[in-house]
């Protein structure tokens, strides 16, 4: 079963922005504090931004001040909003649970970002 559907990837230059979008079910997007991850080339997979169910958020430092996470209770979706992005956020991202329920929910196929002019 597909618990995490990830899509709004693209190529962007540097500076640019683009908002990523992950579906999930209703009975994990009601429950749980929602997040983020990326994945780059040779790098252990990292929590980029997290969202309670009451809509707490956390950042990692790497992109406080560039990245917005929000989710729609209405559609069982959360975003994340990228702006100034770098070469460096490069990567596949893929959303979760926070911390990631592994025993219980596989990854998605994530969403490539690639930023490079």
């Known amino acids: 079963q597909v618990w995490f559907v990830e899509s709004g990837g693209g190529l962007v230059q540097p500076g640019g922005s683009l908002r990523l979008s992950c579906g999930t079910s209703?009975?994990?997007?009601?429950?749980?504090?929602m997040g983020w991850y990326r994945q780059a080339p040779g790098k252990q997979r990292e929590l980029v931004a997290s969202?309670?169910?009451?809509?707490?958020?956390n950042y990692a430092d790497s992109v406080k001040g560039r990245f917005t996470i929000s989710r729609d209770n209405a559609k069982n979706t959360v975003y994340l909003q990228m702006n100034g992005l770098k070469p460096e956020d490069a990567a596949v991202y893929y959303c979760?649970?926070?911390?990631?329920?592994?025993?219980?929910?596989?990854w998605g196929q994530g969403t490539q970002v690639t930023v490079s002019s």
């Open positions: 979760h649970t926070h911390p990631p329920l592994l025993g219980y929910y596989d």
């Open positions: 209703g009975s994990i997007f009601s429950i749980y504090t």
């Open positions: 969202i309670t169910t009451f809509g707490n958020r």
